[in-house]
């Protein structure tokens, strides 16, 4: 008499494994994705090496810059300003809101402004 329950506890166990290992790798997906329609792209059209290079290029430069130590301090020099600009518009952002919050005039004044900018569509890029 033998009982077959192990190989279904088995089963479960790398069913519940492959399942985790699915999940794991879902946000990879589209940067696989968009790489694929790159590498057919650039296959398929043919574009010059200035419109739309091949991914090969792209990754040899960006080891060559790695190893040169460039993408090091670009990087950091990039989230540098974006720090320093995100910053920025926070605390203009405040200061201006604090300002007309506190002001009883101000929203009389913006009001031809508001109703100029509500008659143009969402989808016009102008609002």
Not at 3 to 11: H, K, L, R, Y
């Amino acid at each position: 008499m033998s009982v077959q329950a192990a190989p279904i506890a088995t089963t479960s166990t790398a069913r519940r494994a492959l399942g985790r290992l699915a999940w794991t790798l879902v946000p990879a997906a589209p940067f696989v994705i968009v790489t694929l329609i790159w590498i057919m792209a650039t296959e398929i059209l043919s574009p010059s090496k200035e419109t739309l290079p091949p991914v090969t290029d792209v990754l040899a430069s960006i080891k060559e810059l790695a190893l040169s130590g460039q993408l090091a301090t670009n990087v950091v020099a990039s989230l540098y300003r974006l720090l320093l600009g995100s910053i920025l518009g926070i605390v203009t952002g405040l200061i201006g809101g604090v300002i007309v919050g506190l002001t009883v005039s101000w929203p009389s004044h913006l009001i031809p402004l508001w109703s100029f900018s509500t008659r143009f569509p969402a989808s016009s890029g102008c609002r």
